[in-house]
């Protein structure tokens, strides 16, 4: 069982990284959110699960136990596959999925992209009594029905941290962030991994139309 990696980081795409550990690279599948705190050509840690199935071994990371925590205690709730657990941790940090799960909120999952209600449903009754984490007061809701926070959508820090980590700087990120919600009304709905694609597409037009400009 491989529960951590520490080593060089080689690659960070939008989906997965790559930590090189004794001149082996592991890839492993993560949040925007874990992504965000890796840096090429630095050093990392992070804690990881393996799933193993006939046909493969994949490699999950996480920023913290309490990730990993959640994510394998996700994987307990029937129909929930290691995918779909990751984009719970996509949408929400693990003290906000305790919390959803706490107070029976089931609204909360189904707004995780492939759950529906009745799996959001599964998922409350069956984690009931098993996922308790510390609450900080800090911590926002789960489940906003406005979808904003005081400084914008819920995910604009993520997609901010995202946006650095692939080597943009902050300064064009928050240009980039700011452009997309301004002109998209839907943006507060979106998930961290929606946001992240529609602002990345809005920086690739800017940039392709600079270079025509040139």
């Known amino acids: ?80 596959g290691p995918r779909i657990a990751l984009a719970v941790l996509s949408v929400y940090s693990p003290v906000e999925v305790s919390r959803a799960v706490a107070a029976g909120d089931d609204k909360a999952f189904s707004k995780v992209p492939g759950i529906g209600p009745k799996g959001a449903r599964r998922i409350v009754l069956e984690l009931a009594g098993k996922l308790v984490l510390p609450d900080p007061e800090s911590e926002s809701e ?23 980590g692939l080597g943009w700087t902050e300064k064009d990120a928050v240009s980039a962030v700011d452009a997309f919600v301004d002109s998209s009304p839907e943006a507060a709905s979106l998930t961290v991994a929606e946001a992240l694609r529609n602002v990345l597409a809005g920086l690739g037009r800017a940039n392709a139309m600079g270079h025509r400009a040139k």
């Open 1 to 80: 069982m491989i529960s951590s990696l520490s080593g060089t980081v080689t690659h960070v795409g939008l989906h997965e990284a790559v930590v090189e550990v004794g001149g082996v690279g592991m890839l492993f599948h993560a949040t925007p959110g874990t992504l965000a705190t890796l840096r090429l050509g630095e050093h990392a840690r992070v804690e990881t699960s393996l799933i193993v199935k006939e046909d493969s071994l994949t490699l999950f990371g996480f920023r913290d136990n309490e990730e990993r925590e959640v994510f394998t205690t996700m994987l307990s709730v029937s129909g929930i």
């Open 142 to 164: 789960p489940a906003s029905d406005s979808g904003t926070a005081s400084q914008g959508p819920t995910w604009r820090g993520q997609v901010l941290d995202a946006l650095v």
